[in-house]
């Protein structure tokens, strides 16, 4: 069977219009996983830099991983980075690009196990750029390892008898590990289960673009995200784990938020 | 540093400094280490003075991806560090060579294996024109021998890194970064300006599509998992690679009717200047051939003198040069070779027995 083309997905005759494309997203059927958040994700960040108006002098740094491929999806000129190393790409690009939005797309191995050091020098710095953080607690491109966020008693192809506190340690919290910078404008932890979560998660995303833009510092959004094939769960499945295993691991909330009319909190 | 606007008293070091922010360096990004420090130190006023960019890294590795980064967008720039620090760096440098990004990396190198010490070796031979990182990929290596080669091939540089959207490493020794001496700041035959570069660059950079008229977003990466593509993308790396080699520079000196040519780089190529010359005086038939690039290497230079001549390739390493110079040679004369050892600071007069061992054919 083909892929559908960008014509067969406009509405037929009869058919009415409730959900639309933008400009910033294109077309193309991602290569994504049934049920993946990245699409969730995807739309989000594309709808975000739409209404923002500032697609046209965005550049997308892509990391390695499920999240590689970014640059196939978005409208907007990207550079891919190694693997950990976006946000000292993204220093780079904001540093000879000063006029330009930065922001990077990565998950949770890339960004919180070989990028820990590049992320939170970053960070520290202040680097005008948005970090986008696909929390789903394993290693999606490479099949289902352990991924620094993986929970314990997880069972991943490299935990096989769960994740253990005395063997690989507990999972990282990297909201609130980058909400204590002084560099950091904005740190907040969303997730991507329910309607209501995903407004919330829009609305941080948003923040976490606007306080670059204006000039305040490193903005972050962790989404935490479903991983059905790799968690071995349909997606309904998937999304009742975030709910109820994930959320309560990693709490939800906005950890740090210098933007205008925001409330400063403390990690 | 002191002197006139135009000639300066300066180590190498700082002649890189100069070279950079006089042929339109804008960033650099680095990460601390001997004997390089008066590169970044000198840098971090130089450059935000011209309205520049001054990072200092957390690690070469982030040094490395942050000038990946700056080249992707067009911008000159640059980093520096030293044997080591560049081994952390190969990763962002194979990178940079699969996406076709621009850079230039100075490694001021030192002695190794692992910590090695802070003196002069010739050790990262291999590692700079070898490729260095993974996959197969070049980098154009250019050899000063002097604090004014120093300054004069900070432009050279960022031609060739424009010209071939390719990173382009200067590799010296902890001799040519400490020792100073007159430098001319005068843009050499060849400089390209700012506008030059923005020209070479403006088909591919990223920058916001919004700046250009067809807008449509661009993309510089270095996966191709397709059937087939990653073949042809190195097989147009390949083909780069190949019209690089007519970038190879050398010079020789008294070569003519030398029986003997020593072929040395760098440092060694400047001691050993003075080691020939007094060689010569005595009536010894011996000339010097130090190439400039070492990668391109000129194969040429080598494969024009071998009929009737012999070799002698001295290097500050356990033997590293010397194999291109026989690749090059291809058996059409005899190649001998001698080493000196890192960190060891060899004389003019120390390398007189050597070369006369040789000239023997000893």
Redesign the interface.
Known sequence: MNAPTAEDLRPREGEELVFDTNPVLNERVTHYCPGCHHGIAHRLVSEVLNELGV?????L??AVGCA?FT?DY?????????HG?AC??????????P???VFTYQGDGDMAAIGT??S??AAN?GERITAVFVNNTVYGMTGGQMAPTTLLGQKTTTTVQGRNMGNEGGPIRFCELLAQLDGVAYAARCALDTVKHVREAKRALRKAFEVQIDGLGFGFVEFLSGCPTNWHMDPIAANKRIAEVMIPAFPLGVFKDRSKGGEAKDA | MSGTPERVLAKGNEALAFGAVDAGC??Y?GYPITPQNEVPEALSTLLPERGG?F?Q???E???I?????????G?P?MTSSSSCGISLMQ??IS?MAG?HVPGVIVNMSRGGPGLGDIGPSQGDYFQATKGGGHGDHRNLVLAPSTAQECYDFMFKAFALAFKYANPVMVLGDAVIAQVKEPVRRTPPPGALSREELDALCSPWR??????RPN?S???????YLAEGALAARNELLMKKYQEMRKEASFETEAVEDAELVVVAFGSMARILRSTLRHLRAEGHKVGLLRPKTLYPFPDEAFRDLAPGRRFLVVEQNAGQMVEDVRLAVNGAAKVDWHGVMPCIFATAGDLARPVLLALKGA
């Open positions: 697609a046209p002098r965005t550049i740094v892509a590689t640059y978005f409208n907007v000129d990207s550079v891919e980075a190694p190393r000292a790409v993204a220093t780079g690009v904001r540093r000879a690009r006029e330009a939005v050091g590049e939170i020098h710095r | 804008v960033c990004f960019r990072v890294a957390e690690s590795v982030g040094a991806n942050m000038l990946l980064g700056a080249g992707a967008c911008i720039s990763e962002g990178y996406s990223i920058e916001g599509y919004g700046a807008g977003p661009r993309l510089l990466k270095s996966v």
